[in-house]
């Protein structure tokens, strides 16, 4: 029972551009939402969070959008460098609109950013 | 700058062995998180810990897993008679009470 989806293994873009990635939740309890990216040999590093009161969260260059009546979640990256390249892990959790308790991730995004 | 440490980096086990992995945590955080991650997968969660309390613990967790966090410092995760299947990236995790959790490198388990 995968609550948490996202369903491109991975996405390839120009430097300079702007890479989008996507994750679907199924949990209607879900009320605070992370991306967490990760690199070979580390664990994952917070990127950005957004609570289920917003449909907007911006810091520098990621932007979180969150549409509650699709589920959806997307997270860009404006614009894109090579040193993005990475893992992206979407992830939720429920209870208190806060990153409270189990997180629950997605599969992952591998992002490949060309110079 | 301590963050999450974890001890081994690296694991190489026969089936049947027992194996004890450790986490350090923040030194400031009381909650501590066990994630599992396997190929191609995000991780998921095993158990976790307010404080010396475990308070959830995943269906994932068998009864051949057990994780301590005595004293509410770092915790132990282990794992007795392991399998071929148990060979994974365990990532522990801390926070404060409803803060973004941080992850440690994780451990590499690999049983043959």
């Known amino acids: 029972d995968q609550q948490v989806k996202q369903n491109s293994p991975s996405l390839s873009v120009q430097e300079g551009r702007i890479s989008i990635l996507n994750c679907d939740y199924t949990?209607?309890?879900?009320?605070?939402f992370l991306w967490y990216k990760k690199y070979p040999a580390e664990g994952p590093t917070f990127l950005i969070s957004?609570?289920?009161?917003?449909d907007k969260n911006e810091d520098g260059r990621f932007t979180v959008f969150l549409n509650k009546s699709a589920k959806h979640l997307s997270l860009h990256i404006v614009p894109s460098q090579p040193g993005d390249s990475a893992v992206y892990f979407c992830a939720a959790s429920a209870g208190r609109g806060t990153s409270y308790g189990k997180l629950t991730f997605g599969q992952g995004t591998i992002l490949t950013v060309h110079p | 700058d301590t963050g999450v440490s974890q001890d081994p980096r690296h694991k190489i086990t026969k089936r049947g062995q027992n194996v004890t992995f450790r986490c350090d945590p923040i030194?400031?955080?009381?909650?501590l998180y066990w994630y599992r991650q396997t190929l191609g997968q995000g991780p998921e969660f095993l158990t976790y810990f307010q404080n010396e309390a475990q308070l959830e613990k995943s269906r994932l967790l068998s009864d051949r897993f057990s994780a301590e966090r005595p004293k509410g410092s770092f915790s132990t995760l282990e794992i007795q008679r392991t399998e071929q299947g148990d060979s994974a990236m365990y990532l522990c995790?801390?926070?404060?009470?409803?803060?973004?959790?941080?992850f440690g490198p994780g451990t590499r388990l690999t049983v043959t």
């Open positions: 030194s400031e955080h009381n909650r």
């Open positions: 949990n209607s309890m879900f009320d605070y």
């Open positions: 957004i609570s289920s009161i917003k």
């Open positions: 995790a801390s926070s404060l009470m409803t803060g973004r959790q941080y």
